[in-house]
């Protein structure tokens, strides 16, 4: 009935594909939970629950398809499957089928899938490199070949 080989299969360990909404996710903010207050999370974040109140993320954010925010949204990276009731400020904004977003937006890179709901002013910036600390680094090279 039973032989080693299918119960070593029982215990190993599947392995998840690394995409956008898996991405070296370090925190998450589970289905059911409900917190208020402002946050700031340090690495990429994923809320399936309801939060009120900020979040600024360091790294990203995935905001999952139950999930809620109401509140702003600051950080490099947003992705949304799920529902925000405030502002969001970032480099890159994906909004999933199904999502909706409330609010303004200021971004660099807009991604709208059909079928999410966007209701607010968008502002788009442009990418501007980061300063490095010599002055020089930072200017345009006029060498030409």
């Known amino acids: 009935m039973f032989n080693a080989k299918d119960k ?3 215990f190993e360990t599947p392995v998840i594909p690394k995409s956008s909404s898996s991405k070296d996710v370090k925190t998450l903010i589970g289905e059911g939970c409900k917190v208020e207050g402002n ?18 993320g360091e790294s990203g954010i995935i905001i999952g398809n139950k999930g809620q925010v109401v509140g702003n949204l600051y950080s490099p990276e947003v992705t949304l499957f799920g529902n925000v009731n405030g502002n969001i400020e970032t480099q890159r904004l994906e909004l999933k089928k199904g999502s909706s977003l409330s609010g303004d937006i200021s971004v660099v890179q807009l991604i709208t899938e059909p079928g999410s709901l966007f209701n607010g002013k968008c502002q788009m910036k442009e990418n501007i490199p980061q300063e490095t600390e010599n002055p020089e680094e930072n200017r345009p090279s006029t060498e030409y070949s």
């Open 8 to 10: 070593s299969r029982e």
């Open 39 to 56: 946050f700031f999370v340090p690495n990429y974040t994923r809320i399936d629950g309801i939060i009120k109140g900020d979040v600024t």
